[in-house]
């Protein structure tokens, strides 16, 4: 009898456990499934006074806010999550405060923007029909790469820009379908554009020219933040946390004070030695962004992404399986991940230069 007793407690014991057990599942079914903050279409908002579409940061925040810290690492910027993996860092060691300049870093979305003229690679540039074909010395047309849009960013430029699109195009023999290859002046092309109700290039243009852009299509998505100039007492406490192990098994401290991505306006983030005649002490200082009489006014780098991480592209939230090329993922390397640097000197025209690992 008293056995008998002890079966029917422990089985009413095992029913509450599993009734609590179906509670908690269902709980957590119905939180991940209703609760909008776990369901997003897009981390893009329209806001008035942008042309550009923006990054959602706050929406980034709620996404992200499980990623152990180890999972941080703040490598080239591409993907939401890399935004939030430096701005994570920065926030958790204190950057607030020290030396700094505004910048816009894009990440990107896959296919072209709702206007013509905004921030993108590959596809149509925006060139008025009246402007020719760039060709090189001997007349062989340019491939056209990527254009960057100023209209959003003018306030943090150091000097005026003498349009609001910036387009650049490489000589035909500089890509092979995954690396740009540039290292003579030549190499590249630039050309600014007046936003302006005219006609443009188009596909059918292209086609009977027979001139070509990079195969793919990306659009720009802006977000702004801060460039900080790297000091002593900064690279302390990245030191520091990397060798508490930190964040990332591969974190490196130089990724972390300037944005290493595509980004108009704050502080170049060099992978190498810088343009000739800087030295150390003053390459990353905010007021050394000259070089000689041309002002540092943006960088053009090499695309990547967080291919496992959720919203890898801003308008894409499935993962991609990791460099698994019929996900329809392009990539376009400046030599081995490197990076364009772009000064504008007085007469409007382009100087340039290209680091890479």
Known sequence: MKLQEINTQRLAGISIILIILCFLAFSLFHFFHSNPDNNMDSIILEKPDKQHPVLDY?????????????????????????????????????????????????????????????????????????VPWPSDAEGKP???????????SKDIVPVPVPGDVLLMFVRHDGWDGEYLQCYDPEDLHFQWVK???????????????SVQSVEMSYSGVIHRTRDYERSDE????????????QFAKFFQSFFIPEMSGTKIGGIPHYIQDGPPG?????????????????????????????????FPLCNREKPFRLYVENEGCGRLNIGDCGSIYLFLKPDGTIVWMEECY
């Open 195 to 209: 936003i302006a109700d005219q006609p443009m290039w188009d596909q059918q243009a292209m086609n009977e020219n």
């Open 142 to 152: 340019y491939l056209f790469v990527t254009q960057i849009c100023f209209v959003d």
């Open 234 to 245: 900064l690279y302390e406490k990245l030191d520091a946390a990397k060798a508490r192990k």
């Open 58 to 130: 706050e929406a980034c925040e709620r996404l992200y806010a499980a990623t152990p810290s180890e999972k941080l690492d703040g490598e080239t910027i591409g993907s939401p999550f890399d935004i939030y993996s430096v701005e994570t860092i920065r926030k958790r060691l204190g950057f607030e405060g020290y030396s700094s300049l505004p910048t816009d870093v894009f990440v990107w979305s896959e296919g072209e923007p709702k206007k013509p003229y905004l921030t993108k690679i590959g596809g149509l540039p925006y060139l008025p029909k009246d």
């Open 278 to 310: 800087r030295d150390d002490v003053n390459m990353y200082h905010v007021s050394k962004r000259m070089w000689d009489e041309a002002a540092y006014i943006c960088q053009f780098t090499s695309l990547s992404f967080s291919y496992e991480t959720p």
